[in-house]
């Protein structure tokens, strides 16, 4: 008998690609159907935004719809899409659910536990994407990218900023902190010993790597780390120990003229006391990839500030992100058919 697969992907996380792969692992005597949801051209939806959904954190997709094409499957792919107690309870025949995403937090895992069905994740998805684009987003603020280019834009030629008391630093004489050494910091501090900065680490759950040791990266505690730092870049998970984490008080133990760089969650930072400091200079300029709202309310203060470079938390996407988690995401399904233990059970 086929094995029914329902897959609710959207326009990041495609459908067909999910397919692809998991046909690829699996072979093409599957009963597959495909769904594809709107996400991010429209946004996400939280745990408060409907009745029953109070244990899931964000999600995309309508309760009512997700069970009606899940129906009689047993493996359910997904991104996005919620799963909650209420929902569960009207998928009997339900076992698998493959989440492509470093966390389940679409999925009531409690319930899930309680129902028997095996979720699994895909952590480190864009681990490589996030560390690549803090490289960039450092990089952005040290060599002054986005000052001149604002000001080019608006038809200012910015030669002042060959000035030595204006012009940027190279990361070679600076030292870099780097809060969190898990999937993504570990491979930020990689990428960075190629510039031949100083680095720094903090994080009390973990040790350095032989090859970091032997780089000379140090590990020390949060508040020399602040004080040293000349950039500072948050990558730790989001846990009451972290969150506002970047407050006033560890805000006032950085060194002035800081650079800050946050490509990690926007909970971990209380952004009126940064935007405090970014107005007083004791932080001279921010990259934020994350905020505690998203998206950004129009009128956000900080959206004034011209020392601060902002995007709409994408450092996690790329082609590559979408391939990886797909494939394995695929490898789990694969391994539930043959009878064998997940890989990354949540």
Not at 178 to 197: D, H, P, Q, S
Not at 213 to 231: M, T
Not at 320 to 328: K, L, N
Request: proline share 6%.
């Amino acid at each position: 008998m086929r094995k029914k697969i329902a897959i609710v992907g959207d326009r990041f996380m495609l459908p067909e690609v999910f397919r692809e792969k998991i046909e690829k692992a699996c072979g093409n005597n599957l009963d597959i159907r495909t769904l594809e949801a709107a996400w991010p051209d429209e946004p996400m939806e939280f745990g408060n935004a409907a009745l029953g959904l109070d244990k899931v954190k964000e999600y995309f997709g309508d309760p009512d719809e997700v069970v009606d094409f899940i129906g009689d499957a047993e493996i359910f792919v997904t991104q996005l899409a919620p799963l909650s107690e209420i929902m569960m309870q009207r998928l009997p025949t339900l076992k698998l659910v493959a989440v492509s995403r470093g966390g389940p937090i679409n999925i009531d895992m409690a319930a899930a536990k309680a129902h028997g069905i095996t979720v699994v994740n895909v952590p480190g998805r864009n681990a490589s994407a996030v560390a690549e684009f803090t490289i960039g987003a450092i990089l952005a603020e040290t060599r002054l990218i986005r000052v001149g280019h604002e000001a080019l834009r608006k038809g200012k030629w910015r030669g002042d900023l060959y000035r030595a008391d204006r012009t940027g630093r190279e990361l070679n004489e600076m030292t870099v902190g780097v809060i969190g050494y898990g999937n993504i910091g570990t491979k930020v501090v990689r990428l960075l010993r190629a510039f031949g900065c100083r680095i720094l680490v903090t994080d009390p759950y973990v040790q350095l790597s032989a090859e970091d040791r032997n780089g000379g990266v140090e590990l020390v505690a949060l508040d020399d780390l602040l004080s040293r730092s000349d950039v500072v870049t948050l990558h730790p998970r989001v846990t009451e120990e972290t969150r506002r984490l970047i407050n006033k008080d560890t805000i006032a133990r950085m060194k002035p003229g800081v650079i800050f760089v946050n490509t990690a969650r926007g909970p971990l930072v209380d952004y009126d006391a940064l935007y405090d400091a970014l107005v007083s200079g004791h932080i001279g300029s921010a990259m934020l990839e994350t905020f505690a709202v998203e998206p950004v309310p129009a009128d956000w203060p900080l959206l004034q500030l011209p020392n601060v470079t902002l995007t709409p938390h994408i450092a996690g996407a790329s082609v590559r992100t979408v391939t990886y988690a797909a494939e394995q995401a695929a490898e789990e399904v694969r391994r539930f058919i043959a009878g064998l233990p997940p890989v990354n059970p949540c």
